[in-house]
């Protein structure tokens, strides 16, 4: 889903009830996969919310949970209905939890080697904090590790999305700069889902443990 949608929300509000208010106005704009985030007071709550929505096209939400490094976080989230889940830095107890259950993690790393380790692990990383690397980082680390979805997230404004992907971004985390506006905020997805649709370089449809998409919505993986 990710390889198609080609950003990603990422949000982090003051309580729940603003991440639901923010995460229905993104699925109204064409949005169907959003990460909410950890740090966000009541998060489980908002994750229970948003997992049994749709997007405006009917399509089951995709809500994933963010900056999630411990256990009891990971199986909060599954428990509350999360469709993935992704860390920040390298985190081997999420990961066991993924694995159990049987869920998609996108393990967060920043140095060539954490990454490689994600994307042996899973199939994807998050590149975190994207913003120091720059694009010219990405672009080396896609060199060596052409097959795997590569997210980068941290300090990336919206209108610098089509140049991390051709940089060779799967998908872009996108933490602020999203407009309020109704229409201006479809405008962020409409084009962006055109440039997944003809990019000469495809990254994978989905991580290899996506396939859990198929058989649970709400445990779906974000990649497909």
């Known amino acids: 889903m990710l390889a198609e949608q080609r950003v990603l929300p990422v949000l982090r509000d003051t309580d729940a009830d603003g991440a639901v208010r923010r995460t229905t106005a ?76 049987e869920a998609v993690f996108i393990e967060g790393g920043f140095t060539p080697g954490e990454i490689a380790a994600a994307v042996r692990a899973a199939g994807a990383a998050k590149v975190f904090p994207a913003h120091v690397g720059g694009p010219g980082f990405l672009r080396s680390l896609r060199a060596v590790l052409p097959e795997a979805v590569i997210i980068p997230t941290g300090g990336i404004r919206p209108a610098e999305v089509p140049v991390w992907l051709a940089a060779g971004a799967t998908a872009v985390g996108i933490g602020g700069g999203l407009p309020s506006d109704p229409a201006e905020l479809a405008a962020v997805f409409t084009p962006v889902a055109a440039t997944g649709r003809t990019r000469h370089h495809a990254a994978p449809d989905r991580a290899p443990r996506a396939a859990a998409a198929d058989r649970a919505p709400r445990a779906a993986a974000a990649e497909r």
């Open 26 to 101: 993104l699925l109204a704009a064409g949005c169907r996969a959003v990460e909410l985030t950890t740090s966000t007071p009541g998060w489980a709550a908002a994750v229970a919310r948003t997992a049994p929505l749709g997007d405006v096209h009917g399509r089951p939400a995709l809500i994933g949970v963010g900056t999630v490094t411990t256990t009891a976080q990971a199986e909060t989230a599954l428990d509350a209905g999360a469709a993935f889940l992704i860390s920040p830095y390298p985190a081997p107890e999420v990961r066991a939890v993924a694995v159990r259950r």
